[in-house]
T-cell receptor, first 105, second 121 residues
């Protein structure tokens, strides 16, 4: 089956810093989503981005489908951005292992 | 975005009993639903995929007689953990994709329920 790799696995940053999270996938996909899992376990949809670039406030994402990767950018990080970020691909919504982001005040 | 409601949020049950978890799409028709399991500090593992009116397709290693999935309507899927044991304790999450006012036809965007924390004692 399709493999999804996320990097880095853990990231600790100071409030105000910018960050880039990466998602590599092993086969072509027609579906890619980024999620933020909050401390209660709820998955928050950030982007549905099979290809191209999207922006929503301080967050933006780019997927280069031909090269099988996607990037999630977080600018001017806030402590509320802390948590686990997952990318998921394919019609079966296969998840990577996530990036655990911790923003220090 | 579209809303998926999962119930209950948490449940504690005795070993040997069965537990049913419901997953409802509130504002769109869920033609496909997924059930996941997540252990602490790990990723979500797909258990099964179900299409409305069809039998669920289980991932390798998931016991279909243990985890019964029913997707009888376009807005409701249920997961029943039968004869639960402590090792079944986990966080179970459903997701749905389909079409409706907030989900355009042909979209493969999935929306997730709040999850159910199951503890078997």
């Amino acid at each position: 089956g399709i493999q999804v790799e996320q990097s880095p696995p853990d990231l600790i940053l100071q409030e105000g810093a910018n960050s880039t999270l990466r998602c590599n996938f092993s086969d072509s996909v027609n579906n890619l989503q980024w999620f933020h899992q909050n401390p209660w376990g709820q998955l928050i949809n950030l982007f549905y981005i099979p290809s191209g670039t999207k922006q929503n406030g301080r967050l933006s994402a780019t997927t280069v489908a031909t090269e099988r990767y996607s990037l999630l950018y977080i600018s001017s990080s806030q402590t509320t951005d802390s948590g686990v970020y997952f990318c998921a691909v394919d019609d079966k919504i296969i998840f990577g292992k996530g990036t655990r982001l911790h923003i220090l005040p | 975005g579209a809303v998926v409601s999962q119930h209950p949020s948490w449940v504690i049950c005795k070993s040997g009993t069965s537990v049913k978890i419901e997953c409802r799409s509130l504002d769109f028709q869920a033609t496909t639903m997924f059930w996941y399991r997540q252990f602490p500090k790990q990723s979500l593992m797909l258990m099964a995929t179900s299409n409305e009116g069809s039998k669920a397709t289980y991932e390798q290693g998931v016991e279909k007689d243990k985890f019964l999935i029913n997707h009888a309507s376009l807005t409701l899927s249920t997961l029943t953990v039968t004869s639960a044991h402590p090792e079944d304790s986990s966080f179970y999450i459903c997701s749905a994709m389909g079409q409706g006012k907030k989900v355009f036809r042909g979209s493969t965007e999935a929306f997730f329920g709040q999850g159910t924390r199951l503890t078997v004692v």
